[in-house]
C-alpha cells in the first residue's frame, strides 16, 4: 500500500493504470467503450479541482497493480465529506485488497476530521456496489450519464437565442471583475438541482471561492469555458465546461443552474447551445461532449436531449458514516 502523487506517473505507471482501468471498464461497464490510455493519463495527472484536494493510494500484490483507493476532499462547505473512487482489478478480486484500501483510506478520512465516505459512480448490480453494500453504504442518489457525439447532430438545434430580455456573455479562465460577483451568486442556484440523500452539497460560493478555483484549473491546464446569462447587469444563470489538454476530442459539460426568478424563460437550453456552438467553432478536433446529471432532474435531462446528447447509462452514488468503517 503505498499514498503517491498520481500527477507524477512515469511511462510505466500510466500503462499499469491504465491496464487496471481497462479491465474494470470491460469487467463492470460491458456496454461502454474502455477507457484510452490518453483517458487514463488525464485521470492521473488532473484531479477534479472543484472537489479540493486529492489523495491516492496504490495497491500491489507481488509487485502487480492491484487496485487503487482516490480520495477528494471538498471545502467551503462540505468539510464532513469524503468522496472517493476505488478499483481492484477483476482478475485479483476477492483476496481482501479493497477492504484493505477502504480501510487504510477510510482511516485517513476520520484523522482529517471527515465524517461521511461517499463512493461515487456505482454501477447499480454490479460487483462493486454489492461490495459497497457489504460494508454498509447505502445508495443516496442515481445519475444518468449522457454524451453528445458531434458528428451525429445537426448543428441548427443549437440555434436558440436568448429569451427577450436577457444577454449571453461567455469566456475562459477568468471571470470578468464587473460581473464576478453576481457570478458567484448565481452558482448557489445549484442548490435547488434535486441531491438526493448525497451528503455532498453546494459549495459556499464566494469572489475568493471563484479565484481559487480559476487558478487551480489553470495549475491543471483545465481550460475552463463558462456562459452565463445576464438581466441588465446580473448574472442569472450559468453553464460551464471543461476542456483538457490530454483529451483534445472530449469535453466535460459541468454545472448549469439558473436563479429561481428566472426560471421558464429556456435560459438553461439557450446557454448550453450558444457553448456548443462556440466549442465545436474553434475546437475541430472534438468528437464528443458527456455530462451527467441527477435522474431526478428530468428537466435537464431533456434539455441535454433536445441538444443532441443521449443517455447512456445510470448510476448511482452510495454513502455511510466513517465512524465503525
Not at 105 to 112: F, I, M, N, S, V
Amino acid at each position: 500500500m503505498r499514498l503517491i502523487d498520481a500527477r507524477r506517473a512515469v511511462d510505466g505507471e500510466v500503462d499499469e493504470h491504465h491496464e487496471l482501468q481497462r479491465a474494470a471498464s470491460l469487467a463492470d461497464y460491458p456496454g461502454a467503450p474502455p477507457p484510452t490510455r490518453e483517458t487514463t493519463l488525464a485521470r492521473l495527472r488532473d484531479p477534479d479541482v472543484d472537489l479540493g484536494e486529492r489523495l491516492f493510494w496504490t495497491a500491489r500484490l507481488d509487485g502487480r497493480l492491484a487496485g487503487h483507493f482516490v480520495a477528494q476532499l471538498p471545502v467551503d462547505g462540505n468539510e464532513h465529506l469524503g468522496m472517493v473512487r476505488l478499483v481492484v482489478h477483476p482478475e485479483l478480486r476477492r483476496r481482501g485488497i479493497g477492504t484493505e484500501l477502504l480501510r487504510v483510506g477510510a482511516a485517513e478520512l476520520r484523522d482529517r476530521g471527515r465524517k461521511i465516505v461517499e463512493i461515487v459512480q456505482v454501477e447499480t448490480n454490479s460487483p462493486g456496489f454489492r461490495f459497497a453494500a457489504s460494508r454498509g453504504f447505502r445508495t443516496v442518489q442515481t445519475s444518468i450519464f449522457q454524451a453528445l457525439e458531434i458528428a451525429e447532430v445537426d448543428p441548427d438545434i443549437w440555434a436558440v437565442p436568448p429569451a427577450d430580455g436577457y444577454r449571453l456573455v461567455r469566456w475562459s479562465g477568468r471571470a470578468p471583475d464587473d460581473l464576478v460577483e453576481s457570478y458567484a451568486r448565481a452558482r448557489h442556484a445549484m442548490a435547488d438541482a434535486p441531491p438526493g440523500e448525497s451528503a455532498f452539497r453546494v459549495p459556499d460560493w464566494t469572489v475568493d471561492r471563484v479565484r481559487r478555483m480559476e487558478a487551480g484549473y489553470r495549475e491543471n491546464g483545465i481550460e475552463r469555458r463558462v456562459v452565463v446569462a445576464v438581466a441588465g447587469d446580473e448574472v442569472v444563470g450559468v453553464t460551464e465546461l471543461d476542456l483538457h489538454p490530454l483529451r483534445p476530442e472530449l469535453a466535460s459539460q459541468r454545472d448549469t443552474a439558473v436563479s429561481a426568478a428566472h426560471r421558464g424563460h429556456g435560459l438553461g437550453q439557450a446557454m448550453k447551445a450558444s457553448m456548443l456552438r462556440w466549442i465545436t467553432a474553434d475546437r475541430p478536433e472534438l468528437r464528443r461532449v458527456w455530462t451527467s446529471t441527477a435522474a431526478a432532474n428530468q428537466y435537464m435531462a431533456d434539455v441535454n436531449h433536445r441538444l443532441g446528447f443521449a443517455t447512456m447509462r445510470r448510476y448511482c452514488v452510495v454513502n455511510r458514516a466513517l465512524a465503525g468503517l
